[in-house]
């Protein structure tokens, strides 16, 4: 199970619902979720998506710095793309005007070779919708992606960490699921055997139990 945490993107649950199309098990919980309250879930965590936010890094709700520590998955989207850069050591700026709109963005050589990215074209179209960017990503860490210069996707491997500034999950993004299906299935190790009718069938036989 993927457990998406919702930070008040407008995308939240089309992250989910983008997942359970290719077959993987999604569900969508509150950005104020704790590691504690992941680890107690009836269905275990496999991985875990913090989603974007139309607030900064320091503002609004702050994702649980324990779920760094799970030893699981975890792909920050935008809001948290940049939360892992900050948490980590990265740098983040404001802009002056909010990019909004479709942009291409370029692999590196990291990118040919990490499980999330390298099956993406050398470059592709996405999505991005953000205020602030992350001008310079962490101590360590391997950069996938770049768009205008700037870093727009990188990973810890060592800790199980990526992040991407732009949202895989709506359409605009060409190769976004892709991008999901990476992580579900070559990060996370799911297989594409999730379906709604079992899940209902499951539902059914708990309830009349």
Request: proline share 5%; with cysteine.
């Amino acid at each position: 199970m993927i457990y998406v945490l919702d930070y008040g993107s407008q995308f939240t649950q089309l992250i989910a619902k983008r997942l359970r199309k290719m077959g993987f098990a999604a569900r969508v919980l509150s950005g104020r979720t704790k590691a504690a309250q992941l680890r107690d879930m009836p269905e275990k965590p496999t991985g875990v998506i913090l989603s974007g936010s139309p607030s900064s890094v320091g503002q609004g709700v702050t994702p649980d710095k324990a779920l760094l520590e799970m030893g699981l998955p975890v792909l920050g989207l935008c809001y948290g793309y940049q939360f892992l850069a900050s948490h980590l050591g990265g740098s983040l700026a404001a802009q002056t005007h909010r990019e909004y709109g479709a942009a291409t963005v370029t692999k590196t050589k990291d990118g040919e070779t990490d499980p999330l990215t390298k099956s993406l074209s050398s470059s592709t179209t996405v999505w991005m919708s953000h205020g602030d960017s992350v001008t310079g990503i962490p101590t360590g860490a391997k950069l996938l992606l770049e768009s205008g210069g700037r870093p727009s996707a990188f990973s810890v491997p060592d800790k199980k960490l990526w992040g991407l500034q732009f949202h895989p999950e709506v359409h605009h993004s060409v190769e976004g699921d892709r991008i999901l299906r990476a992580f579900a299935k070559d990060v996370c190790g799911l297989s594409e055997d999730w379906n709604l009718g079992q899940a209902l069938d499951r539902l059914k036989k708990k309830l009349s139990e």
